[in-house]
């Protein structure tokens, strides 16, 4: 079904995303339904039910369960999926479809069987199903369901043919939804997967949404339902809205201008985020919707360029209530948090053993001066019912975390003395002053072992009731010596304290073998038989 050099299992990668919920500060938000609606139910059919199939998790950082410390599960050691063995290559290479080795294809576009994607019979689609939609000068204006059982062999692949690196653009903004179709929480998203009456069933499973322009799913905007009449999107509307589903793979978009970019909901697993460009989303005035929005059984998020929200939107860029989380050799800059790692309240998530393991490691973690919360990062929960908060351990590793702010940073908030993080080979870099710089807000308890700090940092700006131990290896300096600081190459220069310093990892976690490259690539980390501090190898 793909080409030999299909990145595809490069997105079979570790364990899957949780969904929703965020204030924006200290306090808690109180909030209560990731879908916005106040019923506590996620999905917002309400239906409070996740199905809490997850693997069952021993700590390698594989899910496939073969010990081999390779994620996609092919059993090569090759995470980029290309099945030669050697994990190089661009990660982001938009995959070579096959059309002979789909059932049904069907082709969109101008000079195409299709005219437009209302046009494709979403309601009657099988599995082995290839919709390639061609690139336009107009934006396509058409929402639309995914509900149907694709396989590995037979997949479900919405991809866009761009035209000179411009991609299709799908918008909201007045568009117009197939009259055969028929499936609630309509003003939810422009792309729905699962929940639908027409496609029936209750598996929607093997969907690739790829090189796609979603935008203006927005409740400034309004489109035709599939029974004709015209209705505004929710406030929380996505570009991409997950119900249900399973092995679902988005790359390569751009995903904007929508209430939330990329929702799931707590009945979706194996969910991956590769390669795409989130930026622009939000409400203008909230706290509560962000650039994605997940609560899912195993989700990861690589080679992704997180942006600012849209303008005075006060979200996150990466808000997560998943149970087994990966956050990998992203971008991340210019959110209220960048990462908020927080609780779900659905108990067959949080009994999975991966609900209590969350990997963070090779990104880059960008906060600008202005950038609403001066926490980088969030980890435990922000519902009030601490019976739910993470309570597990962070892994946060060989991560550039850069602040520009002019007043405090404070790296990270864990939400109560019960969740631990465990960072390890990171640099924090601030350039304000050291002083300035904060390891918490005072609760949680945070173990340091050979990370860069910016001389002067102090435990936290509050009252230190968790804890913060050095357990060695820890270097800090004034300058840590990136390549080009101004033209953000954070590269260890050859003179930089970052080179060869880096201390070994915590047993079974999955070593960083990859580094982003601007934006949206990757390659394969040099290995020079010493491993530096942060994200990059000099």
């Not at 290309?82 to 789909?102: L, V």
């Amino acid at each position: 079904m793909r080409s030999p050099r299909s990145p595809l299992a490069l997105l079979l990668l570790i364990p899957l995303v949780a969904a929703c919920g965020d204030d924006g500060g200290p306090a808690d938000s109180g909030e209560t339904s990731q879908s916005g609606d106040g019923d506590g139910d996620p999905t917002g059919d309400g239906d409070p039910t996740g199905d809490g199939d997850g693997d069952p998790g021993d700590g390698d950082g594989d899910p496939t369960g073969d010990g081999d410390g390779d994620p996609t599960g092919d059993g090569d050691g090759d995470p980029t999926g290309d099945g030669d063995g050697d994990p190089t290559g661009d990660p982001c290479t938009p995959t070579d479809w096959d059309p002979a080795e789909f059932a049904a294809v069907y082709d969109v576009g101008p000079g195409h069987a299709y005219e437009d994607p209302s046009a494709v019979p979403w309601d009657t689609l099988g599995p082995g199903s290839l919709i390639r939609i061609h690139w336009r000068e107009q934006p396509y204006r058409d929402k639309w369901v995914i509900n149907t059982a694709g396989t590995e062999a037979a997949p479900i692949v919405v991809t866009g043919v761009p035209e000179n690196g411009q991609l299709p653009v799908i918008s909201g903004d007045g568009a117009k939804t197939r009259s055969e179709l028929s499936f609630w929480n309509q003003p939810r998203g422009l792309i729905k997967i699962g929940g639908a009456d027409a496609p029936g069933g209750d598996a929607a499973s093997w969907i690739f949404i790829e090189n796609l322009d979603l935008r203006d799913a927005s409740s400034s905007n309004s489109f035709s339902n599939s029974g004709g009449a015209t209705q505004a999107y929710s406030g929380n509307a996505a570009a991409l809205y997950v119900e249900w589903g399973d092995h679902l793979f988005f790359r390569n978009n751009e995903v904007s201008w929508s209430g939330n970019g990329i929702f799931t909901g707590s009945q979706s697993s194996d969910v991956h985020v590769q390669c795409n460009y989130v930026h622009d989303n939000g409400v203008p005035g909230s706290i509560y919707e962000h650039n994605s929005y997940t609560e899912s059984v195993r989700i990861t998020f690589e080679f992704n360029h997180y942006g600012p929200p849209c303008p005075d939107c006060g979200g996150n860029n990466l808000k997560d209530r998943s149970a087994g989380t990966v956050i990998r050799y992203n971008w991340i800059e210019a959110g209220n948090r960048q990462l908020d790692l927080v609780e779900s309240d659905h108990d067959e998530l949080v009994a999975l053993p991966e609900y209590a393991r969350t990997y963070v490691y090779g990104n880059v973690l960008v906060e600008p001066d202005g950038a609403g919360n001066s926490q980088i990062l969030h980890y435990g929960g922000d519902l009030g019912d601490q019976a739910y908060y993470r309570k597990g351990t962070l892994h946060l590793y060989n991560n550039t975390v850069i602040s520009t702010r002019n007043g405090n940073t404070t790296w990270m908030r864990l939400s109560s003395n019960d969740e631990t993080c465990d960072a390890r080979n990171n640099v924090v870099y601030v350039t304000a002053g050291g002083a300035t710089l904060a390891m918490t807000s005072g609760t949680g308890q945070l173990e340091l072992r050979n990370n860069w700090l910016v001389e002067g940092w102090t435990d936290t700006h509050d009252n230190l009731t968790g804890s913060v131990t050095d357990l060695g290896g820890n270097v800090v300096g004034a300058e840590p010596g990136f390549v080009d600081f101004a033209g953000q190459d954070f590269g260890p220069a050859p003179a930089s304290e970052l080179r060869d310093v880096a201390g070994p990892l915590a047993d079974q976690v999955p070593a960083p073998t990859w580094a982003y490259i601007k934006h949206r690539s990757g390659a394969p980390r040099v290995d020079d038989g010493e491993l530096d501090i942060g994200a990059y190898e000099g």
